[in-house]
Antibody
């Protein structure tokens, strides 16, 4: 049973750094058949892909966020993390971590429950 | 960047067929994935590779993709199908990698 669980602060001040972690169980972040993504969903809007990390540490980011985002892998804890710097109120959203599998064309087949992050002073 | 366009809303009566379109430039050349999202929950994959269903998804859900339009079809619609539906593709980038793109979403209302 694959499970993903996001964790991190629910409130971040403007101009500070948003940091979230996704703990994975039932699958290994070192597997070469998965891509591990962060996705966010602002209130009342559709999902927005933030970026992914592959088992070798290779990353790819949404061009609109590329200058502010970093995703890293912690293989010892089987988790991956998101850092988003210089946040503004526009970064307020539910943040999801999700798995993409090569056998499904990297469709997001498992998602975390999501964590609400509010940017507010 | 690549854009996927969906109608904001679709309404159908129970037992009828719902068709949700996802438009994009030559989207037929890409693999389209579809997600269902109910209020307060994470999106859930219902179709991948244009037309394949994950385990546990009813056969009433089907997909197709050709030209500039991909389509999610829900046959014999039930009240429990009421949700937001999103299409998604991986767009090839200039460095031969891929970036994820979602459509704006379609709210399915069961009358």
């Amino acid at each position: 049973q694959v499970q993903l669980q996001e964790s991190g602060p629910g409130v971040v001040k403007p101009s500070e750094t948003l940091s979230l972690t996704c703990a994975v169980s039932g699958a290994s972040v070192t597997s070469g058949i998965y891509y591990w993504s962060w996705i966010r969903q602002p209130p009342g809007k559709g999902p927005e892909w933030i970026g992914y990390i592959y088992n070798n540490g290779r990353t790819k980011y949404n061009p609109s966020l590329k200058s502010r985002v970093a995703i890293s892998l912690d293989t010892s804890s089987n988790q991956f993390s998101l850092n988003l710097v210089s946040v503004t109120t526009a970064d307020t959203a539910i943040y999801y971590c999700a798995r993409g599998a090569t056998v499904t064309g990297r469709a997001f087949d498992f998602w975390g429950q999501g964590t609400q992050v509010t940017v507010s002073a | 960047s690549y854009v996927l366009t969906q109608p904001p809303s679709v309404s159908v009566a129970p037992g009828e067929t719902a068709t949700i379109a996802c438009g994009g430039n030559n989207v037929g050349a890409k693999s389209v994935h579809w997600y269902q999202q109910k209020p307060g929950l994470a999106p859930m994959l219902v179709i991948y590779y244009d037309r394949d269903r994950p385990s546990g998804i009813p056969g009433r859900f089907s997909g197709s993709n050709s030209g500039n339009t991909a389509t999610l079809t829900i046959s014999r619609v039930e009240a429990g199908d009421e949700a937001d539906y999103y299409c998604q593709v991986w767009d090839t980038t200039s460095d031969d990698d891929h970036e994820g793109v979602f459509g704006g979403g379609t709210r399915l209302t069961v009358l």
